[in-house]
């Protein structure tokens, strides 16, 4: 594989986490120099996560992805490997942040962990775990995926059981995103269509009572159908945001020069960054972001289609929706074309968690693109150094 396409995702998600770091700085300025009398505050806290993020994506970018699938020990016929331990440190780490003094709750929700000097979400990490578990899975039930029992009815009943628990901290924008997530991996590793169509039907009434059982839920959809209605109560955040990029124009107010970052729009410097940046960089500034998360994207599928077998295969694209995902709500959330739902952008938002766990992606995307740069084929054999065949052929079905 030519080397242009590691390059392409470093270059384009450097200048994502550069932008970032600028954009966190100047939404969130006049807010540390009034909470902490410190101006740097919240970009300090921000770049500790770069350099944390950029340090497990090298660790991963050497380490051998393959090394997920490869058996720990054995529990009677079942073999435990670090996708399964994985799968365990997410489930227990979902449950720890109901546990008094470990658990942070903010805003009635209860969704953090403890971690000096910030705080960590089980539920961005979940999502990562989610996408090995099923690449690893699909590649060894592929002759089986249109069964319905191997199909859905195993993978949904792992999905289910982490978004039943992401439900009671709660965190409904997790459950939706994580659900989207499932169900297009499922439909890559060639579920029936009908399968993933049955399933989205089932889904429906469990959302109708998730929403109409909450109050601010309804709100949302609420202001997201008329936000001028109420625009100082429940579409007030949706009206900023529209204010914001109206603001901006074509080329912007300048770097800083935001008036709605003065206590306007809320969480401007997390969920509704992409707001700023259409104020502050204005239309060509925003169509610059959209444009390196599509090369990203491209990038991502470029590398997916490259790949020799079905587990990196799934990876990649995985990793690449997990990002893919994330971005298009928030797009879609702060330009009024979906409810309002608290999902930061990818490497841009303030929020320790969410970047942490898209740096690591990239590890492993830049990991795979490299396996497939050095793979080297045996002339007598016909077969590569990419993987041991033995190994992995044997535990297909």
Not at 41 to 49: D, V
Not at 161 to 180: E, H, R, T
């Amino acid at each position: 594989m030519n080397s242009k396409d590691t390059r392409g995702i470093i270059i384009s998600v450097t200048l994502l986490v550069c932008i970032g770091i600028l954009m966190v700085y100047s939404s969130t300025v006049l807010m540390s120099m009034k909470k902490y009398g410190n101006s740097f505050h919240f970009l300090l806290n921000h770049i500790f996560t770069v350099f944390v993020g950029v340090a497990a994506m090298f660790i991963l970018s050497r380490m051998d992805y393959r090394s997920f699938r490869r058996p720990f020990f054995h529990i009677a016929s079942f073999q435990v490997s670090a996708i399964h331990i994985l799968m365990g440190i997410a489930l227990f780490m979902l449950l720890l942040v109901f546990v008094p003094g470990i658990g942070i709750s903010a805003n009635g929700a209860q969704r953090w962990l403890r971690l000096w000097p910030t705080t960590f979400q089980p539920s961005e990490f979940t999502k990562i775990v989610m996408v090995i578990f099923l690449a690893d899975y699909m590649d060894r039930n592929i002759h089986r995926m249109k069964d319905a029992r191997f199909g859905i009815l195993i993978p949904i009943s792992v999905m289910l059981l982490f978004q039943g628990i992401i439900i009671i901290q709660p965190d409904f924008g997790a459950v939706m995103s994580l659900g989207i997530l499932t169900m297009g991996l499922l439909l890559i590793g060639g579920v029936r269509l009908s399968y993933i169509g049955a399933m989205a039907l089932l889904s429906l009434p469990a959302i109708y009572i998730a929403v109409t059982s909450s109050s601010y839920r309804m709100k949302r959809i609420m202001s997201f159908t008329d936000p001028w209605k109420d625009s100082l109560g429940s579409g007030f955040q949706l009206v900023q945001s529209f204010i914001a990029f109206g603001n901006g124009g074509l080329t912007g107010l300048g770097l800083g020069g935001s008036k709605q970052k003065l206590y306007f729009l809320p969480e401007v410097h997390t969920d509704f960054i992409f707001s700023l940046i259409g104020e502050e960089l204005g239309m060509i500034g925003a169509v610059f972001v959209l444009l390196l998360f599509l090369y990203f994207f491209l990038k991502g599928v470029k590398v997916a289609n490259k790949t020799n077998d079905s587990f990196s295969y799934f990876l990649t694209l995985g990793l690449t929706m997990m990002i893919g995902v994330q971005v298009i709500i928030n797009f879609a959330v702060t330009t009024g074309l979906m409810p309002t739902k608290g999902l930061p952008l990818p490497f841009i938002s303030y929020g320790g968690s969410s970047l942490l766990i898209n740096l690591a992606a990239i590890g492993i995307l830049i990991n795979i693109s490299r396996h497939n740069e050095n793979r080297t084929i045996d002339s007598r054999t016909g077969t590569d150094n990419f993987m041991d065949h033995n190994y992995y052929a044997g535990r297909r079905t």
